[in-house]
């Protein structure tokens, strides 16, 4: 298991668990639609290695590489 | 009757600003960029008999951003009749979220899915009927850009009913959240917005928390519920909730949408646009394209005919023409001919062609350049790049209380500060907006080339390293500024993470970017006609008249005028940086009208034409013995450099001319923040000034250690103090002052 700011470029994974609870970044990431078995696609990192771009329920997300280490993935 | 009031909801980037437009036919700014508004709007429908509110765009009704307090404070307060929820047909799972969130406040509401043109062109097929009975509300699907489908949301509006919520949530859930439920107190406006604060209590909402904290029967039972929650389902409330409405989204949607394979131009786009390797090549062809195609095209290109002095045709280009032609002969030239025609005074014609005419002409001839440049950044902007940009450079800029998005005023400011203050507007995240307007100006405009040509040639004798020394103060200005503001407390305003939403790519139509640029240019053209022109009228007051033994009188010689005795009066001021005269300190006030006067003016108290263009060896030589006088005529190259940097860097980074002023009013919204910006300005360039005068001049040797000298160590060690002080451990408060909003 890793966090989601660990994936490699174009793979596709499954959300298991989003951390940072009462954390206000870990209810807008559920909001957003980052929630347990959650397929996310990662696009690419930004040209100065942060922040990420992610695919998530059919839309292009960006988040910071320290945000995107609240979830983990398979 | 009275009207009814509809108010539009949904996610940023739906097309709710362009929505709100067509119902009500006003102007307002659309752009694809998430963000776009940040209050609410109101406005009245042009064909029915509603009031209709344009609510900012978000993505759920949790408590962290400004927009969503206003938006949640405004559906509990019971002001709108109908809820209308837009949402983007092409991206349906994340705005149903918020729909489902809105199911809540069992309120009449409409969906109307937006931007079925782009769902058909991408091959995908939406069953509204279907949708429309998961939801249990109205589904109409309308093209806002296009303006199709409007008589079909004008009848789903006026016949919109109340959902029903049941279907939702499983029935241990309802009981539990019905339980909380009972317990809010009466006064909250209806029983929807009774639930909707159930609900958020169960998920351990701050706000309401806060709200209610001397009700402990009701924290109580909210508690209880959570608990009761993850007792039964294995996870917290705040996931529970969130998982259930994302899973009814997949339930409903395999029910009523069919997907095709093809994938999305703008993942195809972004493939090369956002490529490692080339996305900043890219980013800065595009750039230049911007920069140097407004400045070449205004600037450069030869494209409008006149007759020179010999009655020779010639071709001059946009500015030169607005300048020298329109400005300077047409206008100057027919005031003055009717004022003579009507044998009017001297002074009047001085009045309003020295003054008036010249005063406000200088600023209108950057319109121009402000139109080119907004028609390129509008158009960048609409089609989705510029939030691309903020993905590309966000990692350097955050690192000085920045992001990505403030790198396009900075790039505008090089040309003129008014248009680069103005384009903060698209910058939603408001402390990086704050630090971006106070530190812009920095970046030495177009207007302030002339004072560093005049001190290159004066006193620097064309050194090479000059001008490359001077940007690199104005970027460590910038870097500096923001080290020090993002580690205080009132640049720390909770804002949502950045977590944003990268939009598809629209091709903007031409109409919506005339409209952004002529919605812009208008308020610069007023701001011309009404500030600056005040400034202008009393500054030519001030320079044309003079205080003697017979009272108030005209006076040709600048030497005797007023702001010559206001400027002798407060010279002092700048005796410790070196050039204590009035003769400087007359150039540095009238720099604050533009900062093109500082050369002109220091060209006319120093006796010399004013029609100086700062490179003249004249000028040089008058500048340079200047400066030797203020020192005792010693004029050795290294005391005049430091006279020269000095003055120099108070005129490049103290307060902007007059209209960037205005503009930074306006873009901050506030009279104390424009005020703090101004001595923020102030000091900094003081200090700076300071530092290569006493500090500079005592290493050099040309400048004696005195009181002065020890004050700049202490104002330099002060600065990278404030700089590289440790943050304070930033603690999670969730206290949204919404005053501020």
């Known amino acids: ?74 | 009757m009275s009207k009814l009031t509809v108010a539009l909801m949904g996610n940023q980037n739906c097309g709710k600003t362009t929505l709100f437009n067509v119902l009500t036919g006003s102007n307002q700014y659309v752009g694809n960029w998430p963000g776009v508004t940040v209050d609410r709007v109101e406005g009245l429908s042009l064909e029915k008999d509603w009031k209709i509110i344009d609510l900012p765009g978000l993505y759920s009704l949790s408590p962290y951003s400004p927009e969503e307090i206003v938006t949640r404070d405004f559906l509990v307060s019971s002001e709108c009749d109908v809820f209308l929820n837009v949402v983007d047909g092409s991206h349906l799972e994340r705005a149903l979220s918020l729909s489902i969130e809105l199911l809540t406040f069992n309120k009449p509401m409409v969906i109307a899915v937006n931007m079925m043109d782009i769902v058909k062109s991408q091959g995908i097929q939406i069953d509204l009927d279907k949708l429309s009975n998961a939801l249990g509300v109205e589904v109409v699907d309308i093209s806002a850009s296009n303006k199709e489908g409007f008589e079909k949301l004008y009848k789903a509006v006026e016949n919109a009913k109340a959902p029903l919520d049941r279907q939702i949530l499983s029935d241990d859930v309802f009981a539990l959240i019905t339980k909380v439920e009972d317990k809010v107190s009466e006064h909250v406006s209806y029983e929807g917005a009774k639930r909707f604060i159930a609900l958020s209590l169960i998920q351990g909402d701050e706000v309401y928390e806060k709200a209610y904290q001397d009700n402990k029967e009701l924290i109580q039972t909210a508690n209880d519920a959570a608990k009761a929650i993850t007792d039964s389902y294995g996870i917290d409330s705040q996931e529970f909730f969130a998982k259930r409405r994302y899973d009814l989204i997949d339930e409903i949607l395999s029910l009523c949408r069919v997907k095709s394979k093809k994938k999305s131009i703008s993942q195809l786009i972004d493939r090369v646009v956002l490529n490692r390797i080339l996305a900043l090549p890219l980013f800065f062809i595009v750039m230049g394209i911007v920069y140097f195609g407004a400045m070449y095209f205004t600037s450069y290109l030869d494209i409008i005919p006149v007759t020179n002095e010999d009655g020779e045709r010639e071709f001059t280009n946009i500015t030169d023409y607005l300048n020298d032609n329109f400005f300077g002969d047409i206008v100057s030239g027919s005031v003055s001919s009717l004022l003579e025609t009507m044998q009017a005074p001297a002074w009047l014609n001085s009045f309003l062609v020295d003054g008036v005419i010249s005063g406000v002409g200088a600023v209108l001839g950057f319109l121009p350049q402000i139109i080119c440049l907004f028609l390129f950044l509008s158009f960048l902007e609409q089609s989705g790049y510029m939030t691309r940009v903020a993905f590309i450079l966000d990692d350097i800029f955050r690192r000085f209380g920045l992001s990505g998005r403030n790198f396009i005023p900075m790039v505008i400011a090089t040309g003129c500060g008014v248009p680069a203050l103005m384009a903060h507007k698209t910058i939603d995240n408001i402390n990086e907006r704050r630090i971006g307007l106070i530190t812009t100006n920095f970046i030495p405009c177009s207007a302030k080339l002339p004072i560093m040509t005049m001190i290159f040639a004066s006193v620097f004798d064309g050194a090479w390293w000059f001008g490359p020394f001077v940007y690199f103060i104005s970027i460590l200005s910038i870097v500096v500024t923001g080290l020090i503001l993002r580690k205080n407390q009132a640049f720390k305003e909770e804002v949502s993470p950045f977590v944003m939403e990268i939009p598809d790519y629209h091709l903007p139509t031409i109409r919506n970017i005339f409209k952004t640029v002529f919605e812009r240019c208008k308020a610069f053209v007023i701001k011309a006609g009404t500030v600056i022109l005040l400034v202008v009228i009393a500054v030519w007051f001030l320079s044309n008249f003079s205080i003697g033994s017979h009272g108030i009188a005209m006076t040709d010689n600048v030497d005797d005028s007023v702001l010559a005795v206001i400027g002798g009066a407060i010279a002092f001021i700048f005796i410790p940086v070196g050039f204590g005269s009035w003769q400087a300190t007359v150039a540095v006030i009238n720099g604050l009208l533009a900062k093109e006067n500082v050369v002109s003016t220091l060209a006319v108290v120093l006796g010399l034409n004013e029609d100086c263009d700062g490179s003249e060896t004249e000028l040089a030589n008058a500048i340079s013995n200047y400066f030797a006088s203020l020192h005792g005529g010693v004029s050795s190259p290294a005391l005049l450099g430091v006279i020269g940097l000095s003055f120099l860097s108070f005129n490049l980074w103290s307060t902007p001319c007059v209209a960037a002023l205005a503009a930074m009013k306006r873009q901050l919204g506030s009279t104390k923040w424009w005020l703090f910006a101004i001595a923020y300005m102030s000091i900094w360039s003081y200090s700076i000034a300071l530092i290569i005068f006493r500090l500079g001049g005592y290493i050099l040797g040309v400048v004696p250690f005195d009181v002065y000298t020890v004050i700049a160590i202490v104002v330099l060690l002060a600065i990278i103090y404030l700089a590289v002080r440790p943050e304070k451990k930033n603690k999670v408060s969730m206290v949204i002052n919404s005053k501020i909003i």
Not at chain 1, 49 to 56: L, M, Q, R, S, T
């Open chain 1, 1 to 74: 298991m890793i966090t989601l700011n660990r994936v490699k470029q174009g793979a596709i994974v499954e959300v298991v668990k989003v951390n940072g609870e009462g954390s206000s970044l870990r209810r807008r990431l559920l909001d957003m639609g980052i929630t347990p078995k959650t397929k996310i696609k990662f696009l690419r990192t930004a040209p100065l290695g942060d922040p990420i771009e992610i695919v998530v329920r059919g839309y292009a997300l960006t988040l910071r590489k320290e945000d995107a280490m609240l979830v983990e993935v398979i």
